[in-house]
């Protein structure tokens, strides 16, 4: 049903809803609809009044329905009308509740309000990172720095996990500024950045420049670049930090990944021990690969093709001279089917090695041990970026190691937007991450605000330097 244009009287009201299919959620259909075509307030009031008269109350869901258009609309004194209402029938509401309150004032001149709001909802429970950032935000926009930085180290320590757009907001609202704390707050966010792989995105980019430039009194100067694969930065000829690990970072690495990944509950969740024991002895028998593939991943690359297809075609990509393949497969990949053919199949083994785990077993942890066994050298391919081990990983020192390992050792495969061509995009000389030498910051970030592919490392560079 078409929301009507202006405010209806009771009676407008009653024919309307006799007239519809099923009068029983006419309310709730009606105000939905009108924050779908963000009707005028004044006719959710009527609608509000009309229903307040017939049943004596307004429910809960209306309320926030009715909140809801009005946060749409920054109608402000509403809003507040609304809370007022609501605190006064119900105890505590839902955090949804919160967050349209938070959300609705924080915009407003009364965004001190939404602070209230926020220290009463700590009390009951712990508040959305939305509600955070727009109190965060409102903070920042209301130059009051030091509120927003309590707010944002308030979230971090209930695990929340701030949105680039928060973080943006930061270098935004303290440009131009001259406070060395508030400076070092900023270095955090960057070396929070490098710490978990984030890329800025262009916007985010362009924030932290602006921000830098206008230190006072520091001369700082961003240039946008692209990185060689020497990895010299061609504005200031500085060498980016080298991707591979040295022998002790490397040995660390492979303990704790044996302990916390391969040996950790996690694995045996998903495959059992006799067969990731089988899958040991079998690697130790065949010892070193040079390289690791996730033959079921990649036998997914062109959805047209046949799986055992794709996957032919990869390790003939990879497969030189002396090269030492080793593919992890599944036991379906040996049952003869429309993907996987056999007469493939055995000619792959001929140019690999296979290990077929059970159907349902995670690769993962195979892959991991087998390239970390096979030595420094070893590289992997997969299109998953092995996202939840690093969340098993106990510590940040083996956290940056492993991400550092990946970016150096992960063949990212990914086929072109026609499917006709696969690449395969090699492992870099210099490590793509946020980094600093003091006078110089090397920033890389990403065109686009999402980028499809979470794995692909951006090649475009942000250069700050300090001019003496
Ligand atoms: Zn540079």
Redesign the pocket.
Known sequence: VQPPEKPLQTEEWKRLQENFQSPEIFEEVMLNNMIKCNSRVDVAKSLLTYVAKSDGDIGYTLLIKYLALCVQQQKTSEICDVYDIMKMRFKTLESGAYNLFIRGLSNSDKWRMALTILEDVKKVMTPSRTSYESCIKAAGRHQEINVARELYHDMLAKDLVPTLDVLQAFFDFSRGMKDAELKQELFGILSYLRDNQIYPHRMFMRSIKLWFESIPGENWRGHL?NIKHSGQ?P??H?QLEDSNLTEEEYRILKERITTDVIHGRDTFRKTSPQEFEAFQAFVEDRLPFDIVIDGLNVSHIKPKKMHCENLFHAINCLAKENVRLLVLGRKHMLINSSNWKQEVMKEMQNKADFFFAENISEDDAFLLYATLRSGKHCRFVTRDFLRDHKACLSDSLTRHLFRKWQRGHQIVVSSSAEGKHIDFLPAFNYDCVVQTTGD?W?IPYKDMFEEKYSYQVPRKWL?L?QKQ
């Open positions: 670049t930065c504005v200031c500085h110089t090397h250069c330097q």
